[in-house]
């Protein structure tokens, strides 16, 4: 005679984890992963021909109040029916009410959110990654050096030390891009310039009729910054072949390679350390990054 | 772990009264190659016959059960400019039958990825948890070198695994629910002579691996010859197709993807397995790929299964079930392009 078994179902919205309030800073928690808060774009602000800053507020109390990042971490950006994408927030972690997000229109859901407008409701996961060891960095000189799109992961941290500027000693902002027409966030230069102990300075490649300021590559730049090395950091952003020669150059000037950050630049599909289009070697840029220090990048290969 | 010997026809009325109640996946014979040996998928059954434990492999591994190649991550239904996210998970059980050791070793590794590492999956752990599973020994394959990789013995993982002794089985015990279902049928105590017949054919499989690889050093190997002529050799080769993830019992990579009904009110969000292999797999937005040619993704797939998973997770990726070699359209094995690795390093 047969008789029939049939096995418990497993449930697993039944585990307590996955009923807490949705953390993804608590990387052990069992969550529902692919959950993003809803959020209305509160406002949109054209940077560039390219580049747009969208305003991002997340729409439940609970959730907006409990969200919080650091300099340096990025959140996923769903446009349900588009798709998602890994951003970079570029507002100041003492902005609890909205985030901000620099958006290079360049593809599918790119191009979508900046036809978007104020009151259209997008997703957002996060955030997820590592920061700039800001904390760390207190009571030493920064130098922060962006080339192109790198101004808008270095605003966070730009931001930080302005706001905490007793904590730091000399600031030092070097920007480059390729024409002055592709400059992000030109509206913010003079307020920074401004602070009592920050030197900001522009380079272009190309100079249009109106350009007064230098012409050349960053690099050019920190000929004329003097630093001690013993007491400097700096967070370098850009595109990798920029890396390389700023890195190389900061080492020669004498900073150690483990107080030099970089923040890397990959294909992602989670943010969660699962999906692998980020990994390098051993490395998942999402969550091993995406700022590593110099040391750590100049080990990964195929990193830069 | 607790042991007991099951007779065969015993075996036969435990599946039959699993197969009452749930979804039972076991080795099944669905054609014939052209050398006339069949060929074999983990495919559902719906009686004791259509199973096929003398089975050698299956061309795809049992990941499409944990993994599948498609699975919803969760839908997006529009109300006018507002919509609300709402996601599944899967609830069914089932169980699959005849999983080897090494296949049971490769969902040890998937459990370290998406169970007990950072951002646990709970789409994997209902899968996994919703799954009994009974393990089966065989004697290898001339081409399987699980001997080299330390995953032709398991020792967890599963819920009950079976070793045959022709007429009966020595059966592991691994979970409460294996115990209990062993009650329903007769089963008897573990004799001296059933455990002489056990290590016996314990013996049989370690003695028959003709394949090794030499896996001492190999993470070291791998940064030495970083730019090796090695990698354009097999590089050259390689049809970027993909076929080797798509069987690999332990590849877990992904893409995402959202599609839209045709009547625009809804939206699903896919996630479907990929392979470090096809062309864009690392080509970011704006154009730039940072593994554009094909030796260096060759290079990358075998990098992760040697030497980067190992330093995430302390093991090597792969547990040398050598399907990956077998479906190869350009006859890319792993045997021999890490043979070649160590010829170039001497």
Redesign the interface.
């Known amino acids: 005679m047969t008789q029939s078994l049939s096995f418990r179902p497993y449930d697993v919205r039944q585990e307590h984890e996955m009923n807490e309030p949705l953390d993804f800073n608590r990387w052990a928690q069992l969550k529902p992963v692919a959950k993003v808060f809803k959020a209305m774009i509160t406002n949109v602000i054209r940077l560039t021909e390219m580049e747009k800053l969208f305003h991002l507020r997340i729409i439940d109390d609970t959730e907006r109040e409990r969200f919080s990042f650091l300099p340096g971490q990025f959140v996923m950006i769903e446009v349900p029916g588009y798709g998602e994408v890994p951003i970079t927030v570029c507002s100041s972690t003492s902005n609890k009410g909205f985030i901000e997000v620099c958006v290079r229109k360049v593809g599918t859901v790119t191009s979508v959110l900046h036809r978007a407008g104020r009151g259209a409701k997008v997703g957002i996961r996060g955030p997820f990654g590592t920061h700039f060891p800001l904390e760390r960095m207190k009571g030493h000189s920064i130098l922060l050096i962006a080339g192109g799109l790198g101004l808008a992961p270095l605003r966070a941290p730009i931001f930080y030390v302005t706001e905490n500027r007793s904590e730091f000693k000399d600031v030092h902002i070097l920007y480059g891009t390729k024409s002055p027409d592709q400059e992000l966030f030109d509206y913010q230069y003079e307020s920074w310039r401004r602070i009592d102990g920050v030197d900001i300075r522009i380079i272009v490649e190309k100079p249009d009729e109106r350009w007064k300021g230098p012409v050349g590559l960053i690099t050019e730049l920190l000929d004329d910054v003097t630093v001690d090395p013993n007491e400097t950091y700096a967070i370098v952003c850009g595109p990798p072949v920029m890396f390389k020669f700023v890195c190389q150059r900061l080492n020669q000037m004498g900073i150690p390679m483990d107080r030099m950050f970089v923040s890397l630049e990959r294909r992602m599909h989670c943010g969660m350390g699962k999906c692998c289009r980020c990994n390098v070697g051993s490395t998942y840029t999402c969550t091993d990054g995406p700022v590593f220090d110099y040391w750590t990048v100049m080990n990964l290969k195929e990193a830069i | 772990m607790l042991f007991k010997i099951l007779p065969k026809e015993e075996f036969r009325?435990l599946v039959?009264?699993?197969l009452?109640?749930?979804e039972v996946i076991a080795p099944k014979a669905i054609a014939t190659n052209a050398r006339g040996e069949r060929i074999h998928q983990f495919l559902p059954i719906r009686s004791f016959e259509e199973m096929d434990l003398e089975y050698k492999s299956t061309e795809y591994s049992a990941k499409t059960y944990f993994l599948p190649y498609r699975e919803n991550?969760?839908t997006?239904e529009?109300e006018g400019?507002?919509?609300q996210?709402s996601?599944q998970?899967y609830?069914?059980?089932?169980?699959i039958i005849g999983l080897r050791a090494h296949d049971i070793n490769a969902l040890l590794k998937l459990d370290k990825?998406?169970i007990r590492?950072?951002?646990?999956?709970?789409?994997y752990?209902?899968r996994r948890?919703?799954t009994?599973i009974v393990g089966l020994d065989h004697i290898p394959e001339e081409d399987e070198f699980s001997r080299s990789m330390g995953t032709h013995i398991v020792t967890h993982g599963f819920d009950l695994f079976l070793t045959d002794l022709s007429d009966r089985y020595f059966v592991a015990i691994n979970s409460d629910?294996a115990f209990s279902?062993l009650q329903?049928v007769k089963t008897r105590d573990v004799a001296d002579a059933d455990t002489h017949a056990y290590l016996e054919v314990r013996r049989r499989i370690r003695d028959g691996f003709k394949t090794h690889i030499e896996v001492h050093s190999l993470p070291n190997v791998l940064?030495l010859e970083?730019t090796s002529k090695v990698w354009t050799k097999w590089g050259e080769k390689c049809l970027n197709c993909g076929s080797c993830a798509a069987v690999c019992p332990t590849c877990?990579?992904?893409?995402?993807?959202?599609e839209?009904t045709m009547d625009f009110k809804k939206?699903t969000?896919v996630k479907q397995l990929?392979s470090?292999n096809l062309v864009d797999?690392?080509?970011?937005?704006?154009g730039?790929d940072?593994?554009s040619d094909k030796e260096?993704r060759l290079k990358?797939r075998y990098?992760?299964q040697y030497?980067?998973?190992?330093?995430?997770y302390g093991e090597p990726k792969c547990v040398g079930c050598n399907r990956c070699g077998r479906v190869c359209l350009a006859g890319i094995k792993p045997a021999a392009v890490i043979k070649d690795l160590y010829e170039e390093s001497v």
């Open positions: 009325a039959e009264m699993i009452e109640a749930n991550l969760c997006f529009f400019e507002d919509w996210q996601i998970y609830i069914q059980p089932r169980a990825v998406f590492d950072r951002f646990p999956s709970p789409y752990i209902s948890k919703n009994f629910r279902l329903k940064d970083f877990y990579c992904y893409g995402v993807t959202e839209v939206a969000k990929y470090c797999f690392a080509r970011v937005a704006g730039h940072f593994r260096a990358y990098y992760h030497r980067g998973f190992l330093e995430d």
